[in-house]
């Protein structure tokens, strides 16, 4: 089954994701913040990266733009999370974006359509 990287600094969402994810097959890794999912993505390359957008540390617009600036890590699937109505668009075309709060229903079937 496919390697979810949830990335929120938030740690309900965190724990929450996680549980319902694993229900459904997937295993999931976490992190708090960009720097340490990047740590983590280049560890363990996970098929699908789902970060919310703003995080202390590494926002995941900085995650985007280091893992597009990396051409092993650039095809990597992502959807950005933002309870903002307008997220600045990223030239990285593996990009969805989900507005916050998403519901699992809605985040299970973006992940189904990319491949997850």
């Not at 979810?4 to 994810?21: A, G, H, K, S, Y």
């Not at 957008?53 to 597009?68: D, H, K």
């Not at 095809?75 to 600045?88: G, K, M, N």
């Amino acid at each position: 089954m496919k390697t979810i990287l949830v990335v929120d600094d938030e740690f309900d969402i965190l724990t929450v994701w996680r549980l319902l994810l694993e229900r459904h097959g997937y295993t999931v890794l976490t992190a708090s913040n960009g720097a340490a999912a990047l740590t983590q993505i280049r560890k363990t390359r996970p098929d699908i990266i789902v970060s919310d957008c703003m995080m202390p540390v590494m926002s995941g617009l900085q995650l985007c733009a280091a893992l597009y600036d990396d051409p092993d890590l650039r095809p990597i699937p992502i959807i950005l999370c933002s309870a903002a109505a307008d997220i600045p668009a990223q030239p990285n075309p593996t990009i969805e974006y989900a507005r916050k709060p998403l519901s699992f229903d809605s985040l299970l079937e973006m992940l189904q359509r990319m491949g997850g």
